[in-house]
Each structure stands twice: as C-alpha cells, then as structure tokens.
C-alpha cells in the first residue's frame, strides 16, 4: 500500500505540472484528493488492514495527503499570479496620457506676476538688479535699522504681525528692510529693486489685506539727489500709464527717508480732470519716497558723507487693481479661479 500512496502523490505532481488554467487545476484536485477520488479509495482499503499495519500506513497516508494538498495550493498560488500578471498586462492605463475632449489645465501668470515682471524688465533695463529678502524678518530690519527706534510712535503706523514666542521677528510690514540688507550684501555704489509679498495686521474690506505686495527700489552713489528720484519715478510712471502721464510729489515723513515723499501721477483715467477713481483729485496715490536717511546709510556700512540715495516703495497691489479696475483688494490673494482665469 505504501507504494500505491508514493505512486499517487508521484502521479499527483507530475499531473500539476501540466496543468496551465484554474479549471483544470480544480478537476484535478476532485480526481485525486475529492470524496471519491483516488487518495478516498486508497484510504478506503485501508479498513482491510490489521490494526499494526494500518497504523503505519495511516501515518504515511497523511504525509502523502498533506504532501500533495501543499502542492496543489502552491500551484493555485501559480496561477493566480499568473492571472493577475495577464490581468494586468491587459488592463495598463498610462496616468500620464492626455485625456481625450477635456480641456487642459495650463494656467496663467496671476496679474500681480505680471506687473511685477513687466516692472523688473523695465528697472532692468535701467542697470537695476532685482534683490530679495525674508517674508519672516528679524524686527531690527523692519524698524530698527530704517530709524524707527523700539519706542517710536511711527511703530505704529504699521499694523504688524509679531510671532509668537520670537519677540524679534516679525512678518515683514514692508519691502523697506531689504534697502539695508542690499546695501550689506552688495556694497555701493547700488540699484536695486525688490518686490515682494508684505503683511500687515488689518481688518480686512475692499482695500485692506493682511498680505499684499510692494516694489521696494534704491539708488546710492556718489552724488544722487531727488532731481535723480524724479526722473526714475516719472520713467516709471510713463511706462505704466502712458507717456502723457505727470508725478506729483509731496512731502510726507517716513523714518528712513529725509526729505520723505509721498507720490502721486495723474489719474489714468480722467487724465488729471477728476472722476470716481481719484476721487475727484485728478492724482492716484502709488509710491512712497525719498532721500535715505543718513542714519540708514551708517546701518548699511555706508558712510552718507561720501554716498548719499535715493530710496521709494510702489505699492505693487495697488499698481495691479489702478491697471485693471480690480475694486475688492482681496480677490487677489483669494485664490478664486474664477477671478484669476481673467488675466
Ligand atoms: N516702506 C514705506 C511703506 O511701506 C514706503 C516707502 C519706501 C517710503 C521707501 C519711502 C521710501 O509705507
């Protein structure tokens, strides 16, 4: 009998390797290890044996049997992997093919991008370089170092974004604190400009924002002086809106600038005659400036009785809502596709 049981689990093998398909596989295993199939018959006649004998041949019985289901399991194993390999041969999708009739996502520059690279080109084209400084800056840069002591009231006419747990850092009020940081990095004689995002702790409506975007410039060399300030702003100006357009400075006080400007050019819109846009002023408001303080100067390693400059800043989120009627400053940090697909 112990034969018969090598001889069936020989012939069990030998019939798997053959066998290619989950059906077949499934008959096979009736024939051989079903309720009638052969290894039952073998098990049958064992009944026939003495009590000694049988026990023997039980014990072999079981190796065969366990000996053949392994190899029926290893080969359903087979050939589900082989299957699922077929499967997926025949089933491949490429992530990466254009989808037919759907329209394709390429987006556009947003319009605050745009102005600030249109700018970038021109000042480039005046010997300018574009520089860049930390959103999250050190509160020596913000205001310190522009003249703005720690007890100064003009602290207050920037709403700012302290950080918590960092009472020296602040989320930078205005590109200003690059002017410094220029001056360090590149030395003078000096032209730079730098545009950038700024945050100012507002409550927020139509033209407050906590997170905007201004175009920092400044010019030091030997012998700068504001006749110098008013041939780059009106350059400026005329590229923006038109070469009939005018610039009208007047003084105001900022810290880091001595005489202090504030800057207007006539209104795009009405040509200066006055209308709802200016309100009825003929002059929109777009840049602060001036002469740099000697103190910043000194803060800049720079010595204001051989140098002096120039310094103004462009409020770039301004310049982008005169330029396209934008009347709600806040569509332009929302992120409404809706919005940003119209430039
Ligand atoms: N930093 C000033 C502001 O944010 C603008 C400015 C820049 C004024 C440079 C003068 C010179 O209001």
């Avoid at 052969?38 to 064992?46: D, G, R, V």
């Avoid at 000694?52 to 087979?78: H, P, T, Y």
């Avoid at 254009?98 to 745009?114: D, F």
């Avoid at 003249?147 to 205005?174: C, K, L, S, W």
Wanted: one cysteine or more; charged letters at 25%; hydrophobic letters at 40%.
């Amino acid at each position: 009998m112990k034969s018969q049981l090598e001889q069936l689990k020989q012939a069990a093998i030998d019939a798997l390797k053959t066998v290619t398909d989950n059906e077949s596989l499934e008959r096979l295993r009736v024939e051989i290890l079903g309720r009638k199939g052969k290894m039952a018959e073998l098990m049958k006649q064992m009944a026939t044996l003495a009590d000694e004998e049988r026990k023997l041949v039980g014990a072999a019985a079981n190796e065969v049997k366990g000996a053949i289901e392994a190899a029926f399991a290893e080969k359903a194993e087979m050939a589900e992997g082989a299957e699922r390999a077929e499967r997926l041969s025949r089933e491949w999708i490429d992530v990466t093919e254009p989808a037919i009739g759907v329209r394709s996502g390429i987006g556009n520059l947003h319009p605050v991008t745009q102005v600030r690279e249109d700018l970038e080109d021109l000042f480039a084209s005046m010997g300018f370089i574009v520089a860049d400084g930390p959103e999250l800056e050190s509160e020596y840069f913000n205001f310190t170092a522009l003249n703005i002591p720690p007890t100064h009231p003009a602290r207050d006419m920037q709403d700012t974004f302290y950080i918590e747990g960092h009472p020296d850092m602040v989320m930078r009020t205005h590109t200003s604190p690059v002017q410094i940081r220029s001056m360090k990095k590149y030395g003078v004689p000096l032209r730079a400009i730098v545009p950038g995002r700024c945050f100012r702790n507002e409550a927020t409506d139509v033209r407050h924002e906590h997170t905007f975007h201004q175009l920092e410039g400044v010019v030091i060399d030997k012998g700068i002086t504001l006749s110098h300030m008013k041939g780059v702003l009106e350059t400026v100006a005329k590229h923006l809106y038109g070469a009939d357009t005018q610039i009208r400075l007047r003084p105001k006080f900022y810290p880091f600038v001595e005489p202090g400007v504030n800057g207007e050019v006539t209104c795009f819109l009405c040509k200066g005659v006055g209308c709802r846009l200016c309100k009825k002023s003929g002059w929109l408001e777009v840049f602060g400036a001036g002469m740099i303080h000697p103190n910043v100067l000194r803060e800049g390693g720079v010595d204001p009785d051989v140098y002096s400059g120039f310094a103004f800043g462009f409020g770039l989120t301004r310049l982008v809502m005169l330029k396209y009627g934008i009347d709600d400053i806040r569509h332009l940090e929302g992120g409404d596709l809706r919005f940003l697909k119209q430039f």
